[in-house]
């Protein structure tokens, strides 16, 4: 639960409640992402004239509705017999909105009931569903609590094929609880310092930050990124504590030929030349190379940015170090996307994992005897992690699992796999926020 929401008038709660429908469209029915179709939104939306508070209100209501989804649908369901009419247009997301609001955000019914049926005055085609609308959410706001208390949250919000996935790899318990973590109304912010020194530690004391056993700074709380201290001057980088672990499995780097495989957003780039490392960092976008060379400029690091298909570009040369990045479903940022979840399908694990496994094989071609190759993905599926690896090292005898070891590495401890890979989850270090979800090995070609 978390504090009420207010606007600051109620023209400006219709018109935040008119960019989150919007909103909800766009992440639901045409599977935006919700940062994109937000901006989107701020462009040519109602949520453009809207003071930065009321916009961000809009923000948390769709955010709410996607992670309490399935409770959400559940609820409705109860409360209409017949289900939601065929040919209703906005109907389903004017409720789930509503119902997001009454039972996770705490809006007065009044308010929500008056707003849900004024959405009707843009959609009058469907204005014959005012009085649906009103019935089916004030019966929510007087029984819909009572009611909630009987879902299992984890069910209900993770697709079926998702959550029989999770219940096998990890157990009940910890799909509950990464679930719990991931519901958060709010996400703490990581940060990656290019230096830890004397500065590092001034500023993190003026932005109120812990520090993690991982070397990340995590803010509990935070206003916009860009005018935090030390973000104009380049001092550190966003960067969740999960995602900072594989280049720290790469050991010392200090002048060192690393390729960064997949380098978007760029934080494991900026990680490499802040460590010293002689980087060539591809990626197949060139609009986001043009954001990893602006964040290298900002924190005034040098990387050698190369814009190309991993799969097809020829280097001329083998790397001694290598780290992979590959794409992937992305199931493991679920505490910061939560559409992902409604957004994935199996077909898209498959999908996915096949194309890891190219990748795998065109890394393992790129790099030197002796070398080192650190594979990652921020999936929770086994199918894009572990499951990958036998049919790798049957196809490549020469490679051979370098395992990570709590003796040299404490700080990774509660990570460790039997076989010396890391795996972290949402619902590690829950008590600070989570984490997000991370398979990483690490590989050694013999000569």
């Not at 802040?274 to 976008?285: P, Q």
């Not at 590959?326 to 898209?348: F, K």
Request: aromatic fraction near 6%; glycine fraction near 8%.
């Amino acid at each position: 639960m978390t504090d009420p929401i207010s606007f600051s008038s109620r023209k400006a709660g219709m018109a935040a409640r008119e960019g989150a429908l919007r909103l909800t469209h766009a992440v639901l029915n045409d599977k935006k992402m919700l940062d994109e179709a937000y901006q989107a939104e701020l462009e040519n939306g109602p949520l453009r004239k809207l003071p930065g508070n009321d916009r961000a209100f809009a923000k948390r209501i769709v955010i709410t509705l996607l992670q309490h989804l399935g409770e959400i649908d559940q609820i409705l369901a109860s409360f209409m017999d017949r289900g939601i009419p065929k040919k209703s247009g906005p109907l389903r997301n004017i409720l789930r909105l509503g119902v997001a609001e009454l039972l996770f955000l705490q809006v007065p019914s009044h308010a929500v009931v008056d707003s849900a049926v004024t959405h009707f005055r843009t959609w009058k085609k469907y204005a014959g569903f005012k009085g649906l609308t009103n019935a089916v959410l004030r019966q929510v706001s007087q029984k819909g609590a009572e009611r909630l208390k009987e879902i299992d949250t984890a069910k209900a919000n993770l697709p079926d094929w998702l959550y029989q996935d999770w219940l096998k790899s990890y157990g009940k318990d910890e799909v509950d609880q990464m679930v719990e973590v991931s519901n958060a109304p709010s996400t703490p912010l990581d940060l990656s310092f290019k230096a830890n020194d004397e500065n590092a530690q001034k500023l993190a004391e003026v932005l109120e930050g812990q520090w993690l056993e991982t070397g990340s700074l995590r803010l509990a709380s935070h206003g916009k990124v860009d005018e935090l201290e030390g973000f104009e001057s380049g001092e550190w980088w966003v960067q969740d504590t999960a995602a900072s672990l594989p280049v720290k499995l790469l050991g010392d780097v200090k002048d060192t030929e690393v390729l960064d495989l997949c380098a978007a957003p760029g934080g494991k780039t900026m990680q490499l030349a802040a460590l010293g490392a002689d980087v060539t960092a591809l990626d197949l976008s060139g609009k986001r190379l043009q954001r990893i060379q602006k964040n290298l400029d900002r924190t005034k690091l040098e990387a050698k940015l190369v814009q190309g298909d991993a799969l097809k570009h020829k280097f001329g040369k083998l790397f001694p170090a290598i780290l992979l990045d590959a794409p992937c479903s992305a199931t493991g940022t679920m505490r910061r996307h939560p559409e992902l979840i409604h957004q994935r399908s199996p077909a898209d694990i498959a999908h996915f994992a096949k194309l890891q496994a190219r990748m795998l094989r065109r890394a393992a071609d790129l790099l030197d005897d002796n070398g080192v190759l650190v594979f990652c993905t921020c999936s929770l599926q086994a199918a894009e992690g572990p499951d990958l690896i036998p049919d790798f090292l049957m196809e490549y005898p020469d490679f051979g699992i370098d395992p990570v070891e709590e003796k040299n590495h404490p700080e990774f401890a509660p990570f460790i796999q039997s076989d010396g890979s890391l795996r972290t989850r949402p619902d590690q270090m829950a008590e600070l926020g989570g984490l997000d979800g991370f398979y990483i090995i690490r590989f050694r070609k013999y000569a």
